[in-house]
């Protein structure tokens, strides 16, 4: 398993929809391995494919975050909400790619997700709470939506003007 780079927004390739993912073959299921590793890592409870550069429909997440719990690392292939509870929930959301960043963000408290695992099979199940609102984050970063689009423009440009920052202090270092 290999460690990935996390793009920092802002980056031309957080802003793209991916491409389904076609091929269900080792190197997917070794990309996924690369994305949880990642994802722990860093740490996270949920990465996507895009956010390592990679631009396809692909994500992994676990927000099992209790102190002992047991993981319960998931990837989702091609996933996609097919109900979303009426219900709203709202969660201070961060981003592996907004390092430092945080925002209260509502979104329906409850979905229901269909996808594919890394070998093809198809799975649909109910997410809620914390999970839920982590596979719909996820998935936005599929369609090139990023959690601060749901803020208002002087904040999100406030966030982006130091995320602008920290890369070039980076790119220094
Ligand atoms: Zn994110």
């Given at each position: 398993m290999t460690l990935r780079p996390i793009l920092i927004h802002p980056d031309p390739r957080l802003k793209k929809t991916c491409d389904p993912v076609t091929d269900f073959d080792t190197a997917l299921a070794a990309l996924a391995d690369d994305m949880l590793e990642t994802m722990y890592e860093a740490p996270g409870i949920g990465l996507a494919a895009p956010q390592i550069g990679?631009?396809?429909?692909l994500l992994v997440m676990d927000c099992?975050?209790?102190?002992g719990g047991t993981p319960e690392p998931m990837a989702l292939v091609n996933p996609k909400v097919v109900w979303e509870s009426e219900d709203k929930n709202v969660y201070e959301e961060g981003c592996l790619s907004i390092p430092g960043q945080y925002a209260e963000i509502e979104r329906p408290k409850m979905v229901r997700v269909q996808w594919q695992d890394v070998t093809g099979k198809a799975h649909e199940e109910e997410f809620d709470e914390l999970w839920a609102t982590c596979v719909q984050h996820e998935i936005d970063h599929l369609n090139?939506?990023?959690?601060?689009?749901?803020?208002?423009p002087l904040k999100r440009q406030m966030i982006t003007r130091k995320m602008q920052k920290l890369k070039r202090e980076q790119a220094r270092a």
């Open positions: 990679v631009m396809n429909r099992v975050k209790e102190e090139g939506t990023l959690f601060i689009d749901y803020l208002k």
